[in-house]
Every structure is written in C-alpha cells, then in structure tokens.
C-alpha cells in the first residue's frame, strides 16, 4: 500500500487510510510525517542510553516538541516543511551520537538520507504496520499518539515560557521505548498510564501558563455577529499568536474574529482590552471549508485543524505559522525573540471586503476551574437539593461524520436536571442551542479549548474534595466523550491515569486499538462505544 495512517477517528473503515487520508493528507506528507516521527525515536534513544540530561539540551527538547506537533492530524500538509524538519532533527541527532558515543543503537539512530526520495524510500519501511505484533503496535502507538497530545501542550507552554524538563525526559523515555521489542504488551500497558500521568503534567502546565499571563477565564457573553470593518480570523489554539496579532491591529481598522478552537480566547480578562476583538465567526474546524468562502478576509492558522481548501481564491488567504503548514501559503516565523510579523496579513485585510454575517447574537463560556469552583457552594447546594441530578463531560473533538449528529441528539435529549461539562470543538454540537440553566447555572458549562480538558480534572476533583469522597467514580458524573484526534487521546489518557472509569468513547472507538487491547481497556477501565442515544442516556440516568 502508498501509506498508512489510521491516528484519527475518520480512518477509513475505521481500520486505516492507505491511498489518501480522509484528513486531505497525501501519501508523500504520511511517509515524510512516519520518517519524521522515526527520527524522534532514534533520538530518544540516544538521549536514554547515553543518559544525557535533558536540561542540558533545550533545543533538541523544543524541537522534538515541534516535530511531534507538526504530525498531529491536520496540523501540517506541506512536504518541504516536514522534509526540512526531518532535515533538523537528523542534524541534531547526528550532534548528539557524536557527543555521546553510544554504540548498539537501533537503525532509527543512525540511518541517514539527504534528499526527499531517499527519505521516502526510507519512511516506506519504518511506518506504523513496520511493528508485526497487532497488539505491540496498538500500544506503541496509543503511547505516541499520547505523546503528540502532551506535545501540543507543551509547546503552548514554551511559547509563554513556562517549560517543565521532567516532560520532556518522558517523551525521550516513552519514545525510546516503542523501539525496545523486549517490552511486552503489559509493559506497554504501564507506559500508556504513564503517558497519561505526564498528560496530567502537560495540561497543569499549560493550564499555568495560560492564566499567570492571560489571567482567570471569567463568564463572558462571545458575539457572533460581524461588524462592517475589514477582518482577520485566526484559527487554531496559539494565545500568543492571537496576543501579537490584536497588539499588532491596534488602530489599523482592522478588527480580529477567532475561529473553531480560538473561541475560548474571548474568555481570558488580558484580551478585553483590544476594541477591534470582535467576535467568533463561525463553528468548528471541519464547517471552515463553507464559512471561510464568506469571511473574505485573510485567515491565520496558529496550528490544527486546517481542511485542504477547495477554492483557490480561499487558499490565497490562508497564512500558516507555528506547527501549521499548507503548501503555497505563507509561513510567519517568529524571530530572535519570539515576535511574528503579521504586517502582510493586516495590509491583505485592508484590502478585502468585511465578514459576510452567518449568524447573529452572543454564546456564553468561560467556565475555567477557576470560574467553576468560585461557584462550588451553589453547585454542591444544587445536587444536594436534587436540582442537578448528573454531570456530563461531553468534552473532545468534533468532527464530519454524521454519526457526529449523536451528540447533539445526547444534548437536547437530556433530563433538564443535568449539565454538560465541556471543553474543545466537540462543543459545536450543542453549545448554541437554547439548554437553559439551573438556578441560575447553565446546563452548558464550556471550560475552553481542548488544551483546557485540565479544568475538567480540576473540577472533578474539587467536587470530590465537597462531597467527602473517597474515590472519583461515586461523582455523579458521567463520561460521555467524542474524539477526533491525539490531543483527545492524551485527555482519555490522563483520564485513566486518575483512575476515572466507565468512558464512553465515540462517534467508534479508534482503529488503532486491537481486539486484544480494546479488551484490556474494556475489562481494566470501563471503557465502552456509545449506542442509541435513548439507550445510552437511559443507561447513564440509572
């Protein structure tokens, strides 16, 4: 077969993509991302065998963060990019083994290939299905698909400067490890536990940094209408990014909307400072195909999730920074000191007409940790008196299946007595319908991006702690979560690592999980698919 890649929740029928991805992803970009991954883990490798301190070697860390984030699903489509990067890393590694002078190392430490067709020859045999083993390969790759997860969060934290070592010594650790065929599938078992304990890590991280600079996620009313002037949507998850833009749009007359993920930047007090922050225009990801034709402006992506644009009109104003990457579009990188020139953005916007309006009135989120547990006795007072009966974490991704459809089903079927906890995209199922509150408490309490999944941890356990529990599952809170890529697999590993059981995971559970492991996860945590919505609420309610 050309490739295969079977990461996110679209891999066709369910088992893998193997001619295209069903993300737009083509076969040159999936064998450059398997060599770019491959060598990671011959990095890993020397880092852990010639026992190099991570601490001493920053740039190698930052950029193994990079590179693992460049690979998450619809991230990054440019070929030259990857093959670049691959370049780097190489460069690196070669740097490293020199330094340490370790010999016995695997092939993924030491193979060399200097142009593209050599690297794709290469990549043709270190990919995914390179692990014979069905049920090592589903481990290794649940544990790096983890991992893409804690990178993407890590590297927010790093554009903030906040960084934690600790993390970085992990991802060699694990990396390394899916090289090592002595390590049976219950070895591999504890690792994925420990992905997610450092998943843990990761979010607690971000989570800091994100407030100690942009302060406390607070209740804020998002309009969605659009204003007259010209306009940039930026899209994404990078807060620094969206800080450079609005500082760099001040008085030009040119106003900034966010799109999918950037939606909970409205929630943060630093950003209500700028008058042109006008609003969120649109959905999530997958709808940007249609609502970017009637932005007209120009469009920034900071990260994933970017969709192969139809329209070459579209495609000429789509501008890519960070880990993102499109092939013909500008890339912004920052300089010396971290800061991005967005001038060529702004002069575009200048030019082009204002938004077209798709919808009007305002959405209400913000509902952080912070936000939640200022409001701990009134939502305790509000189980104790039987007027909130359960809590739903319907947090995860969203994505274009129409078996998607469930959760906004899930949603308006629920008991009035209920209230959705939820954080990421998969919140464009059913945060704009007409759910109302409880007492005052909206049965839609949105904590932020998918990077925010901490605060749902967070709130869960300050519940436990106002109930006097002993264990997280006697909560009256049920999981019923929605994945589409690998910052949601590190969220259900950071789930388990807390002990919380009986997941339901959907819209299909992923195809990189075996018969075998499935069953392991299946008997050891609960984990189970979702039904029929009638079904499943019926079954959760009891």
């Given at each position: 077969m050309s490739m295969f890649c079977f990461q996110c929740q679209e891999a066709a029928m369910n088992k893998g993509c193997t001619v295209k991805g069903v993300c737009g992803k083509v076969e040159e970009v999936a064998k450059l991302q398997d060599l770019l991954i491959y060598s990671l883990k011959g990095i890993s490798e020397l880092v852990v065998k010639g026992k190099i301190n991570a601490a001493e070697i920053s740039e190698v860390n930052h950029e193994v963060l990079r590179s693992l984030f460049i690979t998450i699903t619809n991230s990054n489509y440019d070929p030259e990019a990857i093959q670049k990067q691959i370049t780097k890393m190489m460069s690196l590694r070669d740097g490293l083994k020199a330094k340490v002078g370790v010999?016995?190392?695997?092939?993924?430490?030491?193979?060399?290939?200097?142009t593209k067709e050599a690297m794709l020859?290469?990549?043709?045999?270190?990919?995914?299905?390179?692990?014979?083993?069905?049920?090592?390969?589903?481990?290794?790759?649940?544990?790096?698909?983890?991992?893409?997860?804690?990178?993407?969060?890590?590297?927010?934290?790093?554009n903030l400067g906040k960084e934690d070592v600790s993390i970085n010594t992990f991802i060699y650790e694990a990396l390394a490890a899916t090289l090592d065929d002595s390590l049976g599938a219950d070895d591999l078992v504890a690792l994925t536990l420990k992905t997610g304990e450092y998943g843990v890590k990761g979010m607690a991280l971000l989570d800091g940094a994100n407030?100690?600079?942009?302060?406390?996620p607070e209740i804020t009313e998002v309009n969605l209408g659009v204003r007259k002037n010209p306009a940039i949507l930026i899209?994404?998850?990078?807060?620094?990014?969206?800080?450079?833009?609005?500082?760099?749009?001040?008085?030009?007359?040119?106003?900034?909307?966010?799109?999918?993920?950037?939606?909970?930047?409205?929630?943060?007090?630093a950003f209500k400072k700028y008058d042109n922050f006008a609003g969120n225009y649109g959905g999530s990801w997958w709808r940007q195909v249609g609502e970017f034709e009637t932005f007209h402006g120009p469009i920034l992506f900071t990260t994933n999730c970017i969709v192969p644009p139809k329209s070459e009109e579209v495609e000429k104003r789509i501008f890519t920074t960070g880990s993102s990457g499109f092939p013909g579009c500008p890339h912004i990188v920052p300089d010396a000191n971290g800061k991005k020139d967005f001038s060529a953005i702004i002069e575009m916007a200048?030019?082009?007409?204002?938004?077209?309006e798709i919808e009007t009135g305002t959405i209400v989120g913000g509902f952080a940790h912070n936000q939640v547990i200022a409001l701990a006795d009134k939502v305790v007072d509000a189980v104790k008196s039987g007027a909130i009966k359960k809590f739903f974490v319907m947090a995860g991704c969203d994505g274009r299946m129409k078996s998607r459809d469930y959760y906004t089903e899930f949603a308006n079927k629920l008991p009035k007595d209920t209230v959705i906890l939820t954080a990421g995209c998969a919140k464009y199922r059913y945060n704009k319908l007409n759910l109302g509150d409880i007492g005052g408490i909206p049965r839609v309490l949105d904590a932020g991006q998918c990077n925010d999944s901490y605060s749902l941890v967070v709130i869960a356990l300050k519940l436990k702690e106002a109930f006097g529990l002993d264990d997280i599952n006697k909560l009256p809170i049920a999981y019923n979560i929605a994945w589409?890529?690998?910052?949601?697999?590190?969220v259900l590993l950071a789930l388990l690592y807390l002990g919380v059981k009986n997941i339901h995971l959907g819209p299909t559970l992923p195809a990189f999980l075996s018969p075998n492991v499935a069953k392991v996860l299946v008997e050891k945590f609960g984990i189970a698919g979702i039904g029929k919505v009638d079904d499943d609420i019926a079954m959760f309610m009891a």
């Open positions: 010999s016995g190392l695997h092939d993924a430490a030491t193979f060399k290939a200097e020859e290469k990549a043709a045999s270190v990919g995914v299905l390179a692990t014979e083993n069905e049920d090592v390969r589903s481990l290794r790759e649940l544990v790096v698909y983890g991992l893409k997860g804690i990178a993407a969060y890590v590297d927010h934290a790093l407030t100690s600079k942009y302060g406390n899209s994404g998850h990078d807060l620094t990014d969206l800080e450079q833009l609005l500082e760099q749009t001040k008085g030009t007359g040119v106003d900034v909307y966010t799109h999918g993920e950037m939606l909970p930047a409205h929630y943060y007090p200048k030019k082009l007409p204002a938004p077209e589409y890529e690998q910052k949601a697999v590190i």
